[in-house]
Structures are given as C-alpha cells and as structure tokens.
C-alpha cells in the first residue's frame, strides 16, 4: 500500500468543477436517518469479502460516526488522526471481524461535519489514494442531505439508497434522489428496501418512486432517471440483537432470512457493478 502514503491529488480538488466519480466506490445513503444504512455497509461489506472481493468501509458519517460500535472496534487511530496530520492513512486502515478493511471516523469529528475547503481537500486526498488498493469501497453515509453527504456521496460511482417502507423513509428517500439528480446529473439510481414485512414490497415501492420521479422530476431529453432495484432486507429480529452483541449479523446468524436477502443484494452487486468495474 506503498501510494496510500503520497495518494495523488485530483487536479480539480480545489475548485467547485463537478468532481469525476471514483470507480468502484458505492456510496451507502437514505435522506432519512436509522433506516439501516450501517447496518447494511458492514454486513453488504463482509457478504463480499466473502465472495472474495477487497473491500473497504468508510465511515463517511463525520459528524456521528458509529460504525466503530456496530463492529465492536475501537482503534487508536481513526480518520480524525488522517485529516489533523497525526497519522499516515495506512496506519488507519483495519480489519473488522467479516474479513473486509474499515476507516473508522472516530470522535472529535464533529469539526468535520460542515464542508470546509479543507475536509473536501482531505476527503478527496484520501479517497484517492484508498480507491486503488480495493476492488470496492463502501461510503456508509450520514443521514440527511448536508453538503458533506452530498459530497461524500459526489465521490461514488454508484449510490445505493436504503429506504424502509414506511411513507416519512420513502418521502425523505425521494427528496434525496431528486437532489441527487438535480446536483449530480445522476441517472441511475440503486434501491435496497429495508425492513420489508412481505416479499415483493420493496420492488412495489420502488416502481412507485419511479413513476413520482418520472412524473414529476424534470429531466434532460434522453437522460431518463432509472431506479434499480437491487433487493428487499426483511424486518428481523436477529439485527437487532447482532447490533446489541455488536457483532455482524452475516456471523451470528448467516442463514436467517435477513443475512440471506444481504447475500443476494451482494450477489447482485457482484454482477452489476463490481463486475464491470474490474
Ligand atoms: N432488517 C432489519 N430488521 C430489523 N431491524 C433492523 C433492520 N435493519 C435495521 N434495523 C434496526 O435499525 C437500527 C438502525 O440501523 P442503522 O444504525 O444501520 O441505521 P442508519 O441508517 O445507519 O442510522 P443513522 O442515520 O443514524 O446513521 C438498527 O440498530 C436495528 O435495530
Ligand atoms: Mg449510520
């Protein structure tokens, strides 16, 4: 990981020209917070590192991270000892328990949580010199619409959003992808719906987002946005209590039904973006 230490700088990094996406780099994001996106980064990341991909998670949500309490790990050095100058960025980088590769934000990023030119610097200074050594990094995002998810979410190729069925998720999940649309020009959108209570509902959700979106988000001609749906989570008990054992659910119980619908949703990655991208 020698060019982790010097990672080359994009020469756009200090103006406000629309970034070019990094390859590989999916971020995680939902408008509304506590929908599961944590919990669907760790246990997405280590559904593929099962598969036998790199990953990397980040933490990406600056301001209150708590990626670092759903893997039950507490590193000396964090993203925070990155971004001050305190530690090199490969010291950073550890092993969670599913066999993928975490940068933890750690406390005292709440400095973070505003959009300075420097966090953008350090953001983008860092994302690049991670992007190479993996064959997909996952940007487990804060809640919201604030200009640091939007710019987190501004590096990733892909963006995954996390909705629940319920109509203040789903609203929240709209007003996001509009945004993101309107910001980011982007077209695709992928679509993970949590907590489902019967088979089927989250691919009815979705179609019904299209049609708002289709209906009411204006569009350049022949740019069409298109959500794709990549799979339904169930509500399930055994999450919660893989997050009070702070442990990964694809651990504790790999084959209840809630770890079976994250298997797939890795799967289905697996062939339509990190297949590609190789
Ligand atoms: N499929 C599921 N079945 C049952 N409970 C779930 C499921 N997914 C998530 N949860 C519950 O939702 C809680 C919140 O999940 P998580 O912390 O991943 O949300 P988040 O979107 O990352 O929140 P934040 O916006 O605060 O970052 C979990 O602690 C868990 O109890
Ligand atoms: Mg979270």
Do not use: W
């Given at each position: 990981m020698s060019d982790v230490?010097?990672?080359?700088?994009p020469s756009d990094a200090n103006t406000s020209v629309p970034l070019k996406p990094l390859g590989k780099v999916?971020?995680?994001?939902?408008?509304?917070?506590?929908?599961?996106?944590?919990?669907?980064?760790?246990?997405l990341a280590a559904a593929l590192a099962k598969l036998g991909h790199r990953v990397l998670v980040l933490d990406a949500d600056l301001g209150l991270a708590n990626l670092d309490v759903v893997l039950n790990l507490y590193p000396k050095i964090t993203l925070h000892d990155v971004f001050t100058g305190k530690a090199k960025l490969e010291e950073a980088i550890?092993?969670?328990?599913?066999g993928f590769s975490v940068l933890l934000a750690g406390s005292g990023m709440v400095e973070y949580s505003r959009l300075t030119p420097e966090v953008r610097d350090d953001f983008l200074r860092i994302m690049s010199g991670l992007v190479p050594h993996y064959d997909v990094v996952l940007l487990d995002t804060g809640a919201g619409i604030s200009d640091v998810v939007l710019f987190a979410v501004s590096l990733a190729s892909e963006?995954?959003?996390?909705?629940?069925?319920?109509?203040?998720?789903?609203?929240d999940a709209y007003a996001t992808i509009k945004?993101?649309?309107?910001?980011?020009?982007?077209?695709?959108?992928?679509?993970?719906?949590?907590?489902t209570a019967r088979i089927g509902d989250g691919r009815a959700i979705t179609v019904q987002l299209q049609q708002v979106l289709d209906r009411f988000v204006p569009t350049e001609p022949g740019r069409p946005i298109k959500?794709?749906?990549?799979?339904?989570?169930?509500?399930?008990?055994?999450v919660r209590q893989a997050i009070m054992r702070r442990q990964l659910l694809m651990q504790t119980t790999p084959s209840c039904p809630a770890?079976?619908?994250i298997s797939q949703?890795?799967?289905k990655l697996e062939e339509s973006v990190i297949s590609r991208n190789r």
């Amino acid at each position: 990981m020698s060019d982790v230490l010097n990672p080359p700088v994009p020469s756009d990094a200090n103006t406000s020209v629309p970034l070019k996406p990094l390859g590989k780099v999916m971020a995680v994001t939902s408008g509304k917070g506590g929908v599961g996106k944590t919990f669907v980064s760790a246990n997405l990341a280590a559904a593929l590192a099962k598969l036998g991909h790199r990953v990397l998670v980040l933490d990406a949500d600056l301001g209150l991270a708590n990626l670092d309490v759903v893997l039950n790990l507490y590193p000396k050095i964090t993203l925070h000892d990155v971004f001050t100058g305190k530690a090199k960025l490969e010291e950073a980088i550890i092993r969670a328990p599913g066999g993928f590769s975490v940068l933890l934000a750690g406390s005292g990023m709440v400095e973070y949580s505003r959009l300075t030119p420097e966090v953008r610097d350090d953001f983008l200074r860092i994302m690049s010199g991670l992007v190479p050594h993996y064959d997909v990094v996952l940007l487990d995002t804060g809640a919201g619409i604030s200009d640091v998810v939007l710019f987190a979410v501004s590096l990733a190729s892909e963006v995954l959003v996390v909705a629940t069925p319920e109509p203040t998720s789903l609203t929240d999940a709209y007003a996001t992808i509009k945004v993101l649309v309107g910001q980011q020009k982007r077209q695709t959108i992928r679509m993970v719906i949590n907590q489902t209570a019967r088979i089927g509902d989250g691919r009815a959700i979705t179609v019904q987002l299209q049609q708002v979106l289709d209906r009411f988000v204006p569009t350049e001609p022949g740019r069409p946005i298109k959500l794709v749906h990549m799979g339904d989570i169930p509500a399930d008990p055994a999450v919660r209590q893989a997050i009070m054992r702070r442990q990964l659910l694809m651990q504790t119980t790999p084959s209840c039904p809630a770890a079976m619908a994250i298997s797939q949703l890795a799967l289905k990655l697996e062939e339509s973006v990190i297949s590609r991208n190789r």
